[in-house]
């Protein structure tokens, strides 16, 4: 099982990014998929989930309104659409995988290795 995360970079304050992750080693178009972050000397935040089917989706308070989760299930990827960035959302992302039909925002079990996102002011 493999999550290949990317997209991550250095944007201004106010830009966008796309962040992807490319699973592999198994179908998971039964998973519910999530994006996760952790910024310096913090604890790692949930930032969005979809469900199986794309039906479904949570979002952390922060990131509400701006961010957008969605996924593929013909190339078992997801996305994390991410405008008006602030210097606060700069962390390291993950990606991540829960099997089953739900949606969360914790416990998942297979983890990707993440991608630097650094938003300047």
């Known amino acids: 099982v493999q999550l290949q995360a990317c997209g991550g970079g250095l944007v201004q304050a106010g830009g966008s990014l796309r962040l992807s992750c490319a699973a592999s080693g198994r179908t998971y178009s039964a998973d519910a998929m999530a994006w996760f972050r952790q910024a310096p000397g913090k604890e790692r935040e949930f930032v969005a989930a979809?469900?199986?089917?794309?039906?479904?989706?949570d979002y952390g308070d922060s990131v509400k309104g701006r961010f957008t989760i969605s996924r593929d299930n013909t190339k078992n990827t997801e996305y994390l659409q991410m405008n008006s960035l602030l210097p606060q959302d700069t962390a390291v992302y993950y990606c991540?995988?829960?099997?089953?039909?739900?949606?969360?925002?914790?416990?998942?079990?297979?983890w990707g290795q993440g991608t630097l996102v650094t938003v300047s002011s």
């Open positions: 991540a995988v829960k099997p089953g039909y739900g949606l969360w925002t914790d416990g998942y079990t297979y």
């Open positions: 979809i469900s199986w089917s794309g039906g479904a989706t």
